[in-house]
């Protein structure tokens, strides 16, 4: 089995900034990607950011120039670090990673509550 952990979540003011963390831990093997998605009340999950195990990133529109993901693979933790963070930004963010090559598997994180307001 493989757990995620997060952390990092919290109260801001617009304008601050917020680093969130997640750790796998477990029968991890080999990580295919991982990244950050999103749900803010009334909505539906949305992808924030991702990275694959070869590095490569991708971000919704409206948190690009602001947001920034990365890995560190020897720890199997991605980071989220959140800059300039609008009212628009709250919601509970969960991390999600995809394990394997041929026959993949996803798992989530219970999630982390992030509000942005003053």
């Known amino acids: 089995q493989v757990q995620l952990v997060e952390s990092g979540g919290g109260l801001v003011q617009p304008g601050e900034s917020l680093r969130l963390s997640c750790a796998a831990s477990g029968r991890i093997g080999y990580i295919n990607a991982m990244g950050w998605y999103r749900q803010a009340p009334g909505k539906q999950r949305e992808l924030v950011a991702t990275?694959?195990?070869?590095?490569?990133?991708n971000y919704t529109e409206s948190v690009k120039g602001r947001f920034s993901v990365s890995r560190d693979y020897a720890k199997n933790t991605v980071y989220l670090e959140m800059n300039s963070l609008k009212p628009e930004d709250t919601a509970v963010y969960y991390c999600?990673?995809?394990?394997?090559?041929?026959?993949?598997?996803?798992?989530w994180g219970q999630g982390t509550q992030v509000t942005v307001s003053s």
């Open positions: 990275i694959t195990n070869g590095a490569i990133t």
């Open positions: 999600k990673i995809v394990i394997g090559t041929i026959v993949r598997r996803t798992y």
